[in-house]
């Protein structure tokens, strides 16, 4: 089975980022070329916008790889759900048509067409043409829902090689046309309608982008994220390229309450119904709503304006304080917590999968990658809803209340137990004292950032790694027998397990909420498992892992997997080796150089551990030679939903998911 599968992290060749500077420094040349014409001032705005955008279009869509490439249909999908939001829209179409171009199709009310005096154009040609306001990603204003609208029209424009804007307004079809963001049909009309609404097709400009393949599921997830988000709003995903045929029509009723059923889908919940609470205040409206299952993690997700904030704020501060003062004081009201019995907030977040959906009009998106809200206004507003609502809930939902506050006390004498055991693994191993485990052979550097740890399954693989490697800055982690599936562990059976230890204190940085990146030991944490299903479980079990407790790991890029080839290729003393199968006949052709008499030996590598320590070096382990991916994380959502499946208890979502996803798994060696 492919790793990539597995996990559902992208992966990505390391030279591939490399390729990618490359090809930005070139981009920035091109255009240094300054057009010498005369324009009048509104030509020039636009010209310097599309300018700003195509020289450096990370700042308005995040990256050029792609998640980029998707983030262009967001931007024309959010303008459609803006107007949904204004009440006038009720059903959004997205199609990837054949060659990669994209349609999106609303029924709201056109976008405006009069022409405006400030500028003599249409305002259709100024949604499409002058940059607004600054990127969401780059300094300056930031997008606001209601407030903005059409700020991503220009950007999408700019970084497509043509695209094509149809409006339904007042009996007409009005049409436009571009290329690379620059007017090449003016307003139009081209015929006439009954109907009103706004269809954009476009197609990403090759120049801007590293791959221009959409991939269906990526968009499906969030459209279908956005329809859970706008209740009642129709949206429909539809893939009409050859051979990959297939639609989604979403349409949730129940809003934020079906998107909490829909994270519990595979889980066991503890309570029937979803708790759900509303309020307002000014033009500030927040909602949340909430269910219980029986896992150890939790799994908070806020969005502002329909806005995705992984790094939490104000709504989740005020969320968490208030869910924490709720449970204390409903648990000593009831007598379920005894005069002694506190419970923390982590452990009444255990096992808890909420939405908190924050609708504001001068929302305030601030740290490092602008996901945090910074509204302190909304903190006050959720807590208070939080207060009272939740309070009321469990007054009149008296067995819903015990088993909540059952639920998080035995998280809390769980942690008290982790605490112990911590103290105890302490004391056993030197987790602290700078002791490092007997299965770790360090290397020499001290700093971190040179600092690599390969973490390698079985005695003879690690054997020759540790005789292989370059001690000064490659340590090795030997690692033995099946590791400790996490999903279906709590903490205190994490800290003390006989394979996680060592592996905690080799890389330093403690686990869960005592992680401290600071502390990290090596920069670059590389997986060494062989290429056959026994290796892809090793390092799904070790992704779990790390993704459940030391997430940041894999946010900052540090986590990669070792790619070790298959075949070794060998004429007279010329030899090679090939990753893949294709790669191997492409190379024994080479080796032949025409001439069929030529013998080739061509021999399979059967496990890491059958190779030789010099062996082990040349192929997996020289960073001159070696071939490794990265493990970065796309969608946390997506990737939590994948483990819970994939590792977690029940049987009947892994089974339904191996036989959807049997079709991709090539290369299974049994
Ligand atoms: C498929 C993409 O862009 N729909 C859309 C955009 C607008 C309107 C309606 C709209 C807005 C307003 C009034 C208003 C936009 N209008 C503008 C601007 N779908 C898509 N549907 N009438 C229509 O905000 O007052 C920008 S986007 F600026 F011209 F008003």
């Not at 990256?63 to 983030?71: D, K």
């Not at 499906?220 to 297939?246: M, P, S, V, W, Y």
């Not at 029940?650 to 036989?659: D, L, M, N, S």
Request: proline fraction near 3%.
């Amino acid at each position: 089975m492919q790793d990539e599968l597995l996990t559902n992290q992208k992966t990505e060749e390391l030279s591939e980022e490399q390729a990618v500077q490359t090809e930005a420094l070139d981009q920035e040349e091109k255009l240094e070329e300054k057009v010498d014409t005369e324009y009048d001032g509104s030509q020039i705005q636009v010209l310097e916008g599309l300018e700003a955008v195509r020289k450096r279009p990370g700042m308005y869509i995040g990256s050029t790889s792609t998640s980029g490439l998707h983030h262009l249909v967001y931007e024309i999908v959010d303008n459609a759900i803006d107007e949904a939001l204004a009440g006038y829209c009720t059903e959004i179409q997205v199609m990837i048509n054949e060659g990669d171009t994209i349609t999106v199709v609303d029924n709201g009310r056109g976008i405006p067409v009069d022409i405006q005096a400030q500028t003599g154009k249409p305002a259709l040609e100024v949604v499409y043409t002058v940059l607004h306001a600054g990127g969401k990603f780059g300094g300056g204003g930031y997008k606001v829902s209601g407030g903005l609208h059409g700020v991503g029209a220009s950007v999408v424009n700019a970084l497509s090689q043509w695209l094509q804007v149809q409006v339904h307004r007042d009996g007409k079809i009005y049409q436009m046309q571009f290329a690379r963001g620059i007017v090449t049909q003016g307003m139009t009309v081209v015929g006439e309608t009954n109907h009103t609404g706004t269809t954009v097709t476009f197609s990403p400009d090759p120049e801007m982008f590293d791959d221009t393949v959409y991939n269906y599921e990526t968009l499906h997830t969030r459209l279908q994220e956005e329809a859970f988000l706008n209740a009642g709003l129709k949206i429909t995903i539809r893939d009409d390229r050859e051979g990959k045929q297939q639609q989604h029509t979403m349409c949730y009723e129940g809003g934020i309450k079906e998107f909490v059923s829909f994270l519990n889908r595979s889980k066991t919940s503890l309570h029937e119904q979803v708790i759900y609470m509303a309020g307002k205040k000014g033009d500030c409206m927040a909602e949340v709503a909430l269910q219980y299952n029986d896992s150890y993690q939790e799994n908070i997700l806020s969005f502002a304006n329909n806005v995705h904030t992984p790094e939490g704020g104000m709504h989740e501060d005020g969320f968490k304080r208030a869910l924490t003062a709720v449970l204390n004081n409903y648990g000593k009201r009831t007598k379920i917590l005894k005069d002694n019995d506190k419970i923390s907030g982590e452990d009444c977040r255990e096992g808890l999968a909420c939405i908190i959906s924050a609708k504001l009009t001068d929302a305030q998106f601030e740290g490092q990658t602008k996901a945090k809200l910074g509204n302190a206004e909304v903190r006050t507003l959720v807590s208070s809803i939080v207060m009272e609502k939740l309070d009321t809930f469990l007054e009149e939902n008296p067995s819903v209340g015990r088993i909540i506050l059952e639920k998080a006390l035995t998280a809390s004498r769980a942690r008290e137990a982790a605490k112990r055991a911590r103290e105890s693994v302490r004391r056993k191993t030197g987790l602290e004292s700078g002791q490092m485990p007997d299965k770790l052979q360090d290397c020499n550097e001290r700093d971190p950032s040179l600092c690599e740890i390969y973490i390698v399954e079985g005695d003879s693989a690690a054997g020759s790694a540790i005789q292989g490697r370059d001690s000064r800055f490659q340590a090795i982690l030997a690692m033995w027998g099946k590791m400790l599936n996490v999903e279906k562990a709590r903490a205190d059976k994490i800290i003390g397990n006989d394979k996680l230890a060592p592996l905690i204190v080799a890389l330093g940085c403690g686990i869960g909420t005592e992680f401290n990146i600071e502390k990290l030991r090596y920069h670059k944490i590389i997986i060494m498992a062989d290429a056959d299903v026994d290796g892809a479980h090793i390092r799904t079990l070790l992704l779990t892992f790390f993704f459940r407790y030391m997430r940041p790991l894999i946010e900052h890029g540090y986590v990669y997997s070792a790619v070790p080839p298959l075949y070794k290729l060998q004429r007279g003393k010329t030899q090679k080796v090939a990753y893949s199968d294709e790669q191997r006949d492409a190379i024994s052709t080479e080796l032949r150089a025409g001439n069929p008499n030529v013998k080739v030996d061509i021999s399979r590598f059967k496990g890491l551990g059958e190779m030789d320590p010099h062996e082990l070096w040349e192929t997996t382990m020289d960073p001159e030679y070696r071939s490794l991916r990265r493990i970065t994380l796309e969608d946390g959502i997506q990737a939590d939903q994948i483990f819970t499946v994939l590792m977690g208890e029940e049987v009947e979502p892994r089974k339904a998911w191996i036989e959807q996803n049997a079709q991709y798994a090539v290369n299974i060696d049994i």
